[in-house]
Nanobody, 116 residues
Framework: QVQLVESGGGLVQAGESLRLSCAAS????????MGWYRQTPGKQRELVAT???????NYADSVKGRFTISRDNTKNIVFLQMNSLKPQDTAVYYC??????????WGQGTQVTVSS
């Protein structure tokens, strides 16, 4: 069973930065893509960023220019660098892995809170 473990969340002020990490129990090159999602109470989980096996990235419009997804293939870790954080970025952030064409595996989530 694939395990994804997120870390790096916390409480920061608006304008500050955080880096989230997602450690995978499997070689991340096994997966077609890795992604970060976020969710706030009462809302659906929304896509934040994806990184394909080939290195292509995709971002939600709301985070373009502020967030960067990357990976360390030697350690099987995927990162989400979040800069210029805003209060509306407050959410639980989840890491996910796609085997072929759907998000098959999820982490337990890490809370990010941005105060104004």
């Amino acid at each position: 069973q694939v395990q994804l473990v997120e870390s790096g969340g916390g409480l920061v002020q608006a304008g500050e930065s955080l880096r989230l990490s997602c450690a995978a129990s499997e070689i991340i090159f096994r997966f077609n893509a890795m992604g970060w999602y976020r969710q706030t109470p009462g809302k659906q989980r929304e896509l934040v960023a994806t990184l394909s096996r080939g290195g292509s990235t995709n971002y939600a419009d709301s985070v373009k220019g502020r967030f960067t997804i990357s990976r360390d293939n030697t350690k099987n870790i995927v990162f989400l660098q979040m800069n210029s954080l805003k209060p509306q970025d407050t959410a639980v952030y989840y890491c996910s892995a796609m085997m072929i064409n759907r998000w098959d595996y999820w982490g337990q989530g890490t809370q990010v809170t941005v105060s104004s």
